[in-house]
């Protein structure tokens, strides 16, 4: 037997193939495509780990510190062109789990475990005093269903107990947030003047 569906072909309609040639053309590409895809991703994930093994990881960082890791041409900023209708997922962690976690994010990303297409953006770990957060970045803050994969993925690849709060955050919300802030810092200033 050539694949594991050969097996499926014996039924007992009597109408077996004779033949025992060579496999249809689609049948002979579909499992060449699938090697090219396995060792492009095999590729990519080696040539990440030469670089990530000597990065310090980000539960050794002290103090206020960020890690961006984005697709190439994707700048980590909510003005991006790919990110400005997107939004991001984000988990807020106890001291200690950081790099575990940023790890197994990163891996999932590159071996696309997240099954959402080009949806994917980037991701940040955020290093604070009294937590981590770890976020990760998609393109379309408007659908749903992409969405709930993300969240749903990222909560089995991070093996998060069920409680654990995730928050989503339209980059358009951050920024009015962000904007409200600064008009409030700028109001607060003049009045004290």
């Known amino acids: 037997m050539n694949n594991k569906f050969d097996a499926l072909k014996d039924d007992d309609s009597g109408d077996h193939e004779q033949d025992q040639g060579s496999p249809k053309d689609s049948e002979k590409e579909k499992p060449e495509e699938d090697d090219k895809e396995q060792n492009i991703i095999k590729k990519k994930v080696e040539q990440f780990w030469r670089f990530y093994s000597h990065m310090i990881r980000p539960g050794d960082l002290t103090g206020h510190s960020d890690f961006h890791l984005f697709k190439e041409g994707i700048k980590p900023m909510w003005e991006d062109d790919a990110n400005k209708m997107g939004g991001k997922w984000i988990i807020r962690l106890r001291k200690g789990l950081a790099s575990r976690c940023w790890e197994n994010l990163i891996l999932a990303m590159l071996g696309e475990q997240f099954m959402v297409g080009e949806e994917i953006c980037g ?23 992409t969405t709930a994969r993300i969240r749903d993925t990222l909560r089995r690849v991070l093996n998060l107990p069920p409680n654990t709060i995730m928050e989503y955050k339209t980059h358009t919300d951050s920024i009015k947030y962000v904007c409200l802030l600064v008009l409030l810092f700028f109001s607060f200033n003049l009045s004290v003047s």
Do not use: G
């Open 123 to 145: 991701a940040v770990v955020s290093v604070r005093f009294q937590e981590d957060i770890i976020s990760i970045w998609n393109k379309t803050a408007s659908d749903q269903a």
